[in-house]
């Protein structure tokens, strides 16, 4: 498969998956009805999860709603699953294909400007400039030696985190990791990375992981020290990634938040100085951008720290 | 007892309306909190695509590509160390051969000296004595002339005062016993 028909196949696959696909195909699109009388709940909506996404529209109110399908929920055992395509989870796909694309070109401007050795020059420079620095100055000194398996994961995690994190700041864009299961999930492959790393690297040994068993400790201590600090052990384990999803999802969540309260500053006071808000909403708006990529470093250098931490543990 | 039992059914009852309600109201409305499944499932699903395309398509050639060309860099870097190295080497094979050319010349010039120095004083010595030697033939030779001449000189007064005492006398003296005694006579003059 050459690189141009892969890109052609992506290309498709985001026309698919956007909503426009699903505006052209049936009546799911329409114009949000107007008119809510007193005051409405403009935050909670634009923060959860729904099943409708809105779309660009060239008339007032210049979006469009469009619901999207529901499908049968799976079973898997005794859960049931609800695969429909939630707003989320096509942001999920938007970003995962925009990556996606954005990786690819990368890669083809990267490859061009190795055959005519050189250095790839502007956008493509400064994602590999990003990857490098991820890889060689949180990743790997993080990771410790022998950490080059650990790279995939971490790096597409970064881009991932940040790819959604800077949809969310886009017109009519959603932030999926500003929802806590994304979030959960995110840090549960973390925690099973972490825990995988940890078997890999210790065998047996990752037992004193998880139960507290010191042999430096004179004999009449060592079960009373086991039964205190396993329960510590296992609970510093679990906090980890839970601290990483409440973070993300926290860290998403508030900016919003507080951009949206300072809009509805306007609409409370509705005269003249309520211009101010604006400037303070774009302010915040430069802050979260600078969040996103923060979000997304903090996330990949935990998550590095974490599973070096680990591999270190029988030293 | 019947009474509060009635009563607890009927708030019974009354809830559970109420409760599916509130729960009806809760999915139409998700909560920040709220576990979603799918969603979940979505996740794990996108992030593994995501995932392996990512490392088969961009990162693993990119990383590729920067550690080759890290590589080359790192060759450059070698051959110009190298080269470096080899310029110091010759440079200071260079210096060395024009510092003892220098050595050399300098040595050549003080021999030169030298031996120009020697040499003039051995023309010197050389004219100094030969100066010398002319100098003592001419003292040798004026001796020899002097001593000549007196001796001459001398036989001549020698014979002027014999012929001058015959003369006197009138009478030849006798020619040999005569001339010893005269010159015993001068040379006792001489002597003095």
Sequence with gaps: MTLRSLVATLALLVLAASPAHAAGTGSACHVPEAGHEGKVDII????????????????????????????????????????????????????????????????????????RGGVPTGGANAIEAMILY?????????????????????????????????????????????????????????????????????????????????????????????????????????TKPFALAIRLFANMTAGHIVVLALMGLIFEFGNLISGAPLVMATLIMVLELFVAFLQAFIFTLLSSVFIGQIREAHH | MRAPLSALVLLAAAATPALASSEAEAAAKPGLLDPHLGLMTWTIIVFVLLMIGLKTFAFGPILEAVSGREQAIRDAIAAAERDRAEAAKLIAEQKAAIEAARGEAQRYIAEGRATAEQMRNELLEQARKQQAEMIDNAHKSIEAEKAKAIAELRREAVDLALAGAGKLIGQKLDAAADRQLVEQYLTSLGGK
């Design chain 1, 134 to 238: 991820i890889r060689n100055e949180v990743i790997l000194p993080n990771v410790g030696h022998h950490g080059e398996g650990f790279v995939p994961y971490l790096l597409t995690a970064f881009f991932m985190i940040l790819t959604l994190n800077l949809l969310g700041l886009v017109p009519f864009g959603s932030t999926a990791t500003g929802n806590i299961s994304v979030t959960a999930t995110l840090a549960i492959l973390t925690f099973l990375t972490v825990e995988i790393a940890g078997i890999r690297a210790n065998g047996v040994g990752y037992l004193n992981t998880i139960f507290y068993w010191n042999n430096e400790l004179p004999a009449p201590m060592r079960p009373l020290m086991f039964l205190i600090m396993s329960p510590v052990e296992m609970i510093g384990k679990l």
């Design chain 1, 44 to 115: 909670t909506p634009h923060i959860t999860n729904g099943d409708h996404v809105e779309i660009p529209y060239w008339k007032f109110p210049f979006f469009l709603e469009c619901t999207l399908p529901k499908w049968q929920p799976i079973h898997v055992g005794p859960l049931e699953i609800d695969l429909s395509p939630t707003k989320h989870v096509v942001m999920l796909w938007i970003g995962a294909a925009l990556l996606f694309l954005v990786m690819l070109l990368v890669r083809r401007a990267h490859a061009r400007a190795v055959t």
